[in-house]
């Protein structure tokens, strides 16, 4: 900041109101407090303490920590972005390792990766002790993750050793550790949501083990049932084997039925008798298939909303706890009730907070003290937590660089017609009607020659697109950060352009006949089309559900990577080497069978299924990806259970359980969450207050797109919002809170039930929120009911 900005409370005073009146505002209302207060000035030690519990509330955390200065001063370490990232990265490199360990994509030796691991190792020991040192020992010893890390260290440390020592004398063993790796990833205290995650399956587990159990009873039912029908007959299928001559092998068959991977395949034989024997695989797929997988969904979502509800009012609670805590570090006594001055406030936002302005944080005190008292409330303070973390964009009013260079010129009817064109919706709409054209293009023949000549002239519209744009919106307003579509029209566009011409230069030059990178400027041309999609209301509530399910959706493709992981390991252990891809123009007769004789034959070798091994940890991600698909997953089960054992089958009918059957119902059970939450709740009482004092302070702007000349700004030495020549910032000077897309389907459901906690509802103590069921709860309004 510049040497002659308002210091302390004056600085953030000043950026709001007009510099002649903030002097003295601030101290009347200083004068008023020291009349009404007769506390001394609180310490540092205590205000960081009440920084740490207001921290923990905005982020969610549900950590028991030591209250004393130098446990604080580790437990913001602990939380630094810093620290963090070093475990993440530490945690990657050991999930990393499966690449370069046997079997390998690239195999090193093995003092190379075990020395990794041990450093691995090291780093997760010494994270474990900071941890050890800012919670306390009783609360340490009693957390399940911990204890988890401890056995995890010391189980893949002994499995080290022995395989290092039995490597050397030349015996095979296998590495079995491996599959604890996952654990690390889990049970950090940072990977929470992924914590959360497997506990809701967990918890959701004994009601699906009842339909479970009913499911293979019924699928073992029908199996007794087919193989009396059909084993007499001696029917053979259509590779020539005996068909249902065997009960496992008709429970497996029926069991992947169910899934429809091998329909009508093996009904055929049956039906090619009699057309009766269709009425047996009509009623088993009706009952299995659509019965029984429709209740497993209808049960995960049932009781994944319930275990779902406890989380999030569980994290309500501590958030509240946490805040109440900071409160009685820093309350007050005024008259007859406990307050927390502006001063002390601001202290603390400065330290929760350091990277917003000082513009933005006398928004949000003036949210807070809404009647200018100079002091909050208990009920005004327990929302700065949930102040902290609405999106505020700040914006500051420019001028047109043409505007300084040729005010005349710019200013002048021709261009102001120009611009009044651009900016209207009709502009928007005949480029929209353009991007459709040019995609019908694209689908034609790129080697006529009148497309070829319209790709030109189409590239030629976008550009002058992007230049009336420019022309109208002043250049870092249309490139503000919340600016997604022009960002990603400029980009598409002018990747466009230089592939166009690459294109273009290499033909020209001859020797050059390849479509590939022509190919890649229509891809990115039809990715325009999105575009259009936003541009209608019903699609944009659709499109922001699915960005709103985008950190949610990260942490169950952390929970899937964790199960891939294990399996992939497992997988490696008993199927490495079993199947073998020579090339795909290889002369080798072994290709053929997949480089295993028991193949011979077989429909997994006649489809050319030989990549799909187990025989790098790259490989076994993809075969898994294949069978979570479905199509075909017995086939490959089948292939595994010929090189290997009929056992095999366990393996795969498992991952199937897991992965399909759970995992993605699961998945399924939270879309539908989030797709009612969003269309249920509109903006929080927090964000309505905000957008309310934006408003009463005439410095709103809540379009969604630049209008004029206003660019989202930050308070830094080289733009100073706080200290310019014009005495009356809010002419330049506009806020509004950012769009509801944004948000996450976390924050939502915690907004959702905070609507129904009253402030003077009695909040549990930590360890009565520790403890809460999903039992305990009824709810009091009709929202979060209609939900359950």
């Known amino acids: 900041m510049s040497n002659n900005m308002p210091t302390a409370v004056e600085e953030d005073q000043g950026a ?29 030690e205590q205000l960081q303490l009440a920084a740490a519990y207001v921290s923990d509330a905005q982020y969610n955390r549900n950590i028991q920590f030591e209250t004393s200065p130098q446990a604080i001063r580790f437990y913001k370490l602990y939380n630094h972005w810093s620290t963090q990232g070093i ?7 050991d999930l990393l390792l499966g690449l370069f360990e046997d079997p390998a994509v690239y195999l090193l030796p093995i003092w190379v990766t075990s020395t990794v691991e041990f450093i691995c190792l090291l780093i997760f020991t010494v994270r474990l002790l900071h941890f050890s040192k800012i919670t306390p020992t009783k609360v340490f010893w009693k957390d399940a993750k911990n204890i988890c890390v401890i056995v995890s260290i010391l189980l893949t440390l002994m499995d080290m050793i022995v395989y290092l020592a039995l490597t050397e004398t030349g015996y095979f063993v296998v590495r079995w550790s491996r599959i604890l790796r996952p654990l690390f990833c889990v049970n950090f205290t940072e990977s929470r949501q992924l914590r959360r995650a497997f ?28 193989l009396k029908l059909f084993a007499k007959r001696k029917l053979t299928t259509g590779e020539g084997a005996p068909y249902f001559s065997n009960y496992l092998d008709v429970f497996f068959n029926l069991y992947v039925l169910v899934t429809t991977a091998n329909s009508p395949d093996v009904m055929m034989p049956a039906y090619e008798i009699s057309w009766a024997y269709s009425i047996f695989f ?89 009647e200018q008292k100079g002091f909050v409330g208990r009920e005004c303070f327990i929302r700065l937590a949930d102040l902290l973390n609405i999106q505020i964009v700040q914006m500051k009013e420019r001028v047109h660089p043409l505007e300084k260079c040729m005010p005349n010129i710019y200013n002048s009817a021709v261009s102001q017609f120009i611009r009044r064109i651009v900016k209207h919706q009709g502009f928007r709409y005949a480029y929209d009607v353009i991007i459709v054209i040019n995609a019908i293009f694209i689908g034609g023949d790129e080697t006529n020659p009148l497309i070829s000549k319209a790709e030109w002239v189409f590239l030629a519209l976008y550009l002058v697109e992007i230049l009336l744009k420019l022309f109208a919106y002043e250049p870092r307003a249309f490139f503000a950060k919340s600016q997604f579509w022009n960002w990603f029209d400029t980009l598409i566009i002018v990747a466009a352009l230089l592939g166009t011409i690459v294109n273009t230069t290499l033909k020209s030059s001859g020797g050059y006949s390849s479509q590939q990178v022509l190919d890649i ?107 979570t698909v479905v199509n075909q997953w017995h086939v490959l089960a089948t292939g595994f259970v010929k090189v290997t054992h009929l056992t095999a089958r366990i393996f795969f009918v498992i991952f199937h359980i897991m992965v399909v059957i759970i995992l993605i119902n699961i998945f399924i059970a939270f879309v539908l969450e989030a797709f009612f939450v969003e269309h249920s709740l509109a903006r929080s009482a927090v964000e ?101």
């Open 521 to 627: 400027v229509f891809i990115l041309r039809v990715l325009r089309l999105i575009r259009i999609v936003d541009s209608f209301q019903r699609f944009r509530v659709l499109l922001n559900t699915l960005v709103n399910l985008i950190p949610t959706m990260l942490t169950y493709a952390g929970l899937v990577m964790v199960v891939y992981y294990i399996f992939a390991i497992v997988g490696m252990e008993a199927f490495k080497g079993r199947v073998r891809f020579y090339g795909a123009n290889s002369s080798d007769p072994a290709a053929k069978y997949c480089g295993n004789p028991a193949l011979k034959g077989s429909q997994f070798a006649a489809l050319r299924y030989c990549k799909n091994n187990f025989n790098n940890i790259i490989s076994a991600f993809i075969l898994l990806i294949e069978l």
């Open 688 to 788: 309505t207050a905000v957008e309310k004092k934006i408003q009463e302070l005439g410095m709103g702007d809540c379009m969604d797109h630049p209008a004029g000349n206003l660019v989202e700004v930050m308070e830094t030495n080289e733009n100073d919002l706080g200290n310019t020549d014009d005495t009356d910032l809010k002419s330049r000077l506009r806020f509004r809170i950012a769009s509801i897309r944004y948000k996450t389907v976390d924050a939502l459901l915690q907004h959702m039930f905070e609507e129904e906690l009253k402030p003077e509802d009695e909040i549990p103590t930590l360890e009565e929120i520790d403890n809460l069921s999903p039992d305990d709860y009824t709810s009091k309004q009709p929202t979060f009911n209609s939900l359950a």
């Open 282 to 370: 009509v009623i088993f797929i009706i009952l299995n298939t659509y019965v029984f997988m429709s209740l497993f969904l209808a049960v995960v979502y049932n009781d994944y909303k319930k275990h779902l509800k406890n989380e999030v009012r569980k994290l309500v609670y501590m958030k509240h706890r946490k805040m109440i805590e900071a409160f009685n570090i820093l309350k007050m006594k005024h008259g007859t009730e406990f307050v927390v001055v502006d001063s002390h406030w601001r202290q603390l936002v400065k330290l929760v907070a350091p990277e917003i302005p000082s513009s933005h944080r006398e928004l949000l005190w003036r949210v807070s003290d809404d």
């Open 199 to 226: 506990r809701n399956i967990r918890n959701t587990l004994p009601e699906i083990t009842y339909v479970f159990v009913l499911f293979m009873f019924s699928v073992a039912v029908f199996s007794l049932m087919a």
């Open 16 to 44: 709001l109101d007009k510099p002649e009146k903030t002097e003295e505002n601030v101290r009347e209302k200083f004068q008023r407090i020291q009349q009404n207060s007769s506390q001394p000035t609180i310490d540092d």
């Open 87 to 93: 475990t993440y990265f530490f945690v990657l490199v």
